[in-house]
């Protein structure tokens, strides 16, 4: 099963993978875990590139095919190999950040162009179960500032991350099978709650 974690600046997605992964393991799942943009060597060099505070000249379409170079590196070397194998894959973003960040949040790429790019760059390789830690934008700002190292995209307007947030409502709205929604700002340890009690009700019916 491939599951991804998605959300704004801050939503914790990080932060609930390691006792997320612990517990699943527990439960006699083999698990794997892994984020984007990296994941494999080429991908955290490409990384590097992206979030570096002094790329500020950098255009939104390059910032787009960046994670797409990373992301098709990922998708063949790892992602694919790791479910063809049978284990539970948890990617921490994929490609829903690329249309909600560089889609709604930069306005200036068509979301029909991101698609394209983004299918050539997975093969079609399209999360089953896809997970949004929501919040909002100032508190998840504030919290990515007091505990993670801040990067160039997250330097961006408070007005770009607000369409970050909102974009990915609509991609919420327009595959509500795919999507689950979880208030992230609740306790740590309640979020780890709902996070288990979401994946107990999915993998149950897919094992």
């Not at 570096?52 to 939104?60: A, F, K, S």
Request: net charge negative; glycine share 8%.
């Amino acid at each position: 099963m491939f599951i991804t974690l998605e959300g704004p600046e801050g939503s914790g997605k990080t932060s609930q993978l390691k006792p997320l992964t612990e517990w699943l393991a527990a439960q006699g799942f083999v698990v794997y875990t892994t984020r984007e943009p990296g994941g494999t060597s080429i991908g955290e060099q490409i990384r590097h590139v992206i979030h570096d505070l002094g790329n500020t000249e950098m255009h939104p379409r390059t910032e787009a095919l960046l994670y797409q170079a990373a992301r098709a590196q990922i998708v063949e070397q790892v992602l694919r190999p790791r479910l063809a194998a049978g284990e539970v894959v948890i990617c921490d973003r994929y490609f829903d950040s690329t249309l909600a960040y560089q889609g709604y949040g930069h306005q200036s790429i068509p979301l029909d162009e991101l698609r394209q790019v983004i299918r050539f760059a997975t093969g079609g390789l399209t999360p089953d179960l896809t997970i949004l830690l929501d919040l909002d934008v100032e508190t998840g700002l504030a919290r990515k500032g007091d505990q993670e190292e801040w990067n160039r995209l997250d330097a961006y307007t408070v007005d770009f991350h607000r369409r970050v947030r909102q974009g990915y409502h609509e991609l919420l709205k327009l595959e509500p099978q795919r999507w689950v929604l979880l208030d992230a700002s609740l306790e740590r340890e309640k979020v780890q709650q709902d996070l288990r009690a979401v994946l107990s009700a999915r993998l149950l019916k897919t094992w």
